[in-house]
């Protein structure tokens, strides 16, 4: 049993910016790329990769009650191929702390602070998340509750003060190639659903397991609220030139301009992506921390901080000498990725539990 | 090889062995090995031109190629 206990509530705000943080920015553009006009139908088909993702966790989650993820696999599969399965998901787990907090550092030093070295960028986020790892869930969960509201209503209020600009006609011709472009658009965002896995972590911290379902859903709802109002909003103002944007959200709410008064918002965007990339990178980084202490029953995770934001900044270049290749990675690699081990290693754990009757 | 970042990596190495002393004495045996081989993974990877050399991400690209190649068609 944990000590600290968070609510099922908090853990839907904590999972609400894992997944939309990274998604509003990047995604967007990426989906575009593939399903053109009808890039907002591409999160809708996405969304039901993260239900059967979060009806997988709900149920593994009540059938191994107060275990850990690795602990289930552990149980399930066998100590040393579980083990081996564990290695695996933890350093999945560092490699997405890197290549996020990579992510975060690329969009600020390119639209913000250009003359800024990428890696100091990456330091400073990674200092701060380390200090809010150190501070427990407890104050995690309590700083994404602050943070939930500020990144959901933004996103709301900007889509609200482009109405007028917006241009009804660029939706059309819906469907103009089948099905297939705006299928093939999902698969980016549907690696971002898939996330709501990580809730897997915080299930043995909460107060209230039996409503883990119903925030979780609450959580898929509104990311996918968000994800049809992001896309609609790069859809109606930029048009067909979304597919060039790098991050289309961010030109987008570039053409605010209410009574010539209210401009240049774009700078709201990064303070509330921030929030949202800070919350992100503590859930991963927190997860990493969970993991390796599950892995090698370590009586604390807390000793382990720095050498996980060590090799966290380590893997946050591997390979990845440039924003092309972070990009290339974002649609060759990571969609499916994020599915195996978010998804389908998990339905296959699921699958043999009940076959072996735990 | 990149010896002045591999540098680096030591002194933060050391800072951290520094800064977590009073974790550090209360862990038990297991904790303290697990920590220092952490470390020792974070300093000799610091040796390598890391964006230049392949890694996990080589790996799982190799590794998902053919949806990959879908992708890009």
């Known amino acids: ?358 | 090889m990149n010896w002045g970042i591999f540098t680096i990596a030591v002194i933060i190495s050391g800072c951290i062995i520094l800064a977590e002393q009073s974790i550090f004495k209360k862990s038990p045996r297991k904790d303290k090995t697990v920590f220092f081989t952490f470390l020792f993974v974070g300093v000799i990877l610091s040796l390598f031109d890391l964006p230049y050399i392949i890694g996990p991400v080589t790996a799982i690209e190799a590794f998902f190629s053919p949806l990959g190649n879908f992708m890009s068609k």
């Open chain 1, 1 to 358: 049993m944990e000590k600290e206990k968070i609510s099922s509530m908090q853990m839907g705000m904590l999972a609400y910016p894992a997944i939309v943080a990274t998604a509003i920015l990047s995604t967007p553009g990426i989906t575009a790329q593939f399903a053109f006009q009808d890039v907002w139908l591409s999160p809708i088909w996405a969304s039901l990769v993260g239900i059967i993702t979060l009806i997988i966790v709900i149920k593994l989650a009540k059938l191994f009650p107060q275990q850990t993820f690795l602990g289930i696999c552990e149980k399930v599969v066998g100590k040393s191929l579980g083990k081996l399965l564990g290695l695996f998901y933890l350093i999945h787990f560092i490699q997405a702390t890197g290549q996020i907090s990579r992510v975060y550092a690329e969009f600020i030093t390119a639209s913000f602070f250009t003359k800024t070295p990428t890696i100091v960028m990456i330091i400073a986020m990674l200092l701060l998340t380390a200090s809010a790892t150190r501070t427990g869930v407890e104050t995690i969960a309590r700083i994404s509750q602050v943070f939930f509201p500020i990144l959901f209503l933004s996103i709301f209020i900007i889509f609200v003060v482009l109405i007028p600009k917006i241009e009804l006609t660029n939706i059309f011709p819906i469907l103009e190639k089948g099905l297939l472009p705006s299928l093939k658009g999902a698969v980016i965002p549907q690696a971002r659903f898939s996330e709501i896995f990580l809730i897997i972590f915080f299930i043995p911290y909460l107060k209230d397991a039996e409503n883990g379902l119903k925030w979780g859903l609450y959580t898929l709802w509104l990311v996918l609220i968000t994800f049809i109002l992001v896309n609609f909003t790069i859809l109606f103002i930029l048009g067909q030139s979304m597919t060039y944007a790098t991050y289309p959200f961010l030109q987008a709410s570039r053409f605010v301009n209410i009574g010539n008064f209210i401009e240049n918002i774009d700078a709201i965007i990064m303070a509330v992506w921030i929030l949202g990339m800070f919350t992100k990178i503590t859930v991963y980084y927190f997860v990493s921390l969970l993991a390796i202490k599950d892995l090698f029953n370590l009586s604390n995770y807390k000793l382990m901080i720095w050498p996980i934001a060590l090799l966290a900044l380590e893997f946050s270049f591997w390979t990845l000498p440039n924003s092309m290749a972070i990009n290339q990675f974002e649609i060759m690699g990571l969609p499916f990725l994020n599915f195996s081990m978010h998804t389908f290693i998990p339905l296959l754990i699921y699958g043999i539990a009940k076959i072996r009757r735990f």
